[in-house]
C-alpha cells in the first residue's frame, strides 16, 4: 500500500486550493435551495434561504471568473460572452431582486451535479485515499456513472425551466403587476445571450414555439373575436422576439463551453456543466 500524508495535510491541502471553495458555493445553494423550497412548501417561505442559495452561486461563478478572466481591465464583448460572466450578472441580479423561486432552480440543477462531481475527484480522496480501500474506488465510480448518465437529461431540464419556466412566470408576472418590466427585460436579455451559446437552450426555445404555434395558431381559424385576437397577439409578439433575437449578437467564437470549474492550470478539469465538453 502506497504511503499517504496524515489526514490533516490532506484537508489542509484540499482547503488551499481555490476550487473547494467553488464547490462549498455549490454546497451553499443546494442546501438553501432546498431549505427555501421546503420553506415555500409549507406555506412560509423564508426569504433569506433565497439570498443564501443565491449567494452560493456568487461565489462558486466568481472563483471562476477570477481564475479563468480575472480581473477585467475592460468590459468588451468577449467578457460579456464569457458563459460564467453572464450566470454571475443573473444570479447577482437574482439576488438582488425579490425572490422569485423558479429562479432558483437552474442554479440548482446545475450546483447539484457540481456538488457530486467534485466529492468523488477530490473530498473523497482526501479523507480516503483511492487505494486504500475497493468500497471507496467502487463508491468513486458510482458517483461519477450517475453523474455521466444523468447529465444530458438534467442540462436540459434546467435549459427548459429557464425558456419556460423563469420566463413564464415574468411574464405573468409582468401582466399581473406583481414583477417589474425590467425584471423580464434583463431575463430576456440573458435569455437571448444563451440562445446563441447553448444549444440546450435552443433546443428548449424552439420546441417551445413549436408546441405553442401548433396551440395556438389554429385559433386564426376560429371565428370567435376572442381566438382571432389572441392569435394575432401572439404573431405580433413572436415577430418582435425574433427581431429582437436576430440583432447583434456576441460573436461565435466567445461560444465556449460553460465553464464552472478551474482552470487546469491548477490540475483542475474543465466543469461538466460545460456543452460542448461535457457542462452549467
Request: proline share 5%.
Amino acid at each position: 500500500m502506497t504511503d499517504h500524508p496524515p489526514l490533516t495535510e490532506r484537508i489542509i491541502a484540499l482547503a488551499k486550493h481555490p476550487q473547494f471553495y467553488w464547490w462549498c458555493g455549490h454546497v451553499c445553494l443546494v442546501f438553501n435551495a432546498i431549505l427555501y423550497f421546503t420553506s415555500v412548501l409549507s406555506l412560509h417561505p423564508y426569504a433569506n434561504y433565497y439570498k443564501r442559495a443565491h449567494a452560493g452561486s456568487l461565489i462558486s461563478y466568481g472563483i471562476v471568473i477570477w481564475k479563468s478572466v480575472g480581473i477585467p481591465r475592460r468590459f468588451d464583448m468577449e467578457f460579456i460572452g464569457n458563459e460564467n460572466v453572464q450566470y454571475f450578472a443573473i444570479a447577482f441580479y437574482w439576488y438582488s431582486y425579490q425572490p422569485i423561486t423558479v429562479t432558483l432552480v437552474p442554479f440548482f440543477i446545475f450546483s447539484l451535479f457540481h456538488m457530486f462531481a467534485y466529492i468523488p475527484s477530490a473530498i473523497i480522496p482526501a479523507i480516503y485515499p483511492k487505494d486504500s480501500n475497493s468500497t471507496v474506488v467502487q463508491t468513486c465510480r458510482s458517483i461519477k456513472q450517475y453523474t455521466d448518465d444523468h447529465h444530458e437529461m438534467a442540462m436540459q431540464l434546467a435549459a427548459y425551466v429557464e425558456v419556460v419556466g423563469v420566463l413564464g412566470q415574468l411574464l405573468l408576472g409582468v401582466i399581473s403587476f406583481q414583477t417589474s418590466i425590467l425584471a423580464l427585460i434583463v431575463f430576456a436579455h440573458f435569455l437571448r445571450l444563451r440562445y446563441y451559446l447553448s444549444p440546450y437552450t435552443r433546443q428548449a426555445c424552439n420546441e417551445t414555439t413549436e408546441k405553442l404555434d401548433q396551440w395556438i395558431l389554429p385559433l386564426a381559424q376560429d371565428p370567435r373575436r376572442w381566438a382571432q385576437i389572441s392569435c394575432k397577439l401572439y404573431v405580433n409578439i413572436k415577430a418582435i422576439v425574433i427581431r429582437y433575437g436576430s440583432a447583434t449578437t456576441p460573436n461565435n467564437s466567445n461560444r465556449s463551453s460553460r465553464v464552472t470549474s478551474i482552470g487546469s492550470s491548477n490540475n483542475i478539469s474543465s466543469n461538466r456543466s460545460s456543452e460542448s465538453t461535457h457542462r452549467r
